[in-house]
């Protein structure tokens, strides 16, 4: 099982990027987008339910980010929109064996990772 996460990048305050994560191997239940940034925890920002297409937001990001996905190339999208500095971190995509959809924001609960990609928000 494999997943490569890309689209990370240097953006204004306001900018926006579409993260991609490529999962092959394996077809998830639920593939997540993850973040973390320097001295915090890993957190969880978004999910996208395979089963049913439900999608799951952070506080954090709802009304700013969209998770999609295009099942032909088993690709989960992460568009953000109006970036703010605290979203400067390294996100990564993640998927597992099974899907809680009540605890999808749990890093343990995904067992494959992908390498992650560095966002930065900054003037």
């Known amino acids: 099982v494999q997943l490569q996460a890309s689209g990370g990048g240097l953006v204004q305050p306001g900018g926006s990027l579409r993260l991609s994560c490529l999962v092959s191997g394996l077809n998830p239940y639920a593939i997540v987008w993850f973040r973390q940034a320097p001295g915090k925890e890993r957190e969880g920002v978004s999910c996208?339910?395979?089963?049913?297409?439900?999608?799951y937001y952070a506080d954090f990001v709802k009304g700013r980010f969209t998770i999609s996905r295009d099942k032909t190339s088993n690709t989960v999208y992460l568009q953000m929109n109006n970036l703010k500095p605290e979203d400067t971190a390294v996100y990564y995509c993640a998927t597992g064996w099974g899907f809680y959809a009540n605890s999808w924001y749990l890093r343990s609960l995904y067992d494959f990772w992908g390498q992650g990609t560095q966002v930065t928000v900054s003037s």
């Open positions: 996208f339910s395979t089963s049913d297409g439900m999608t």
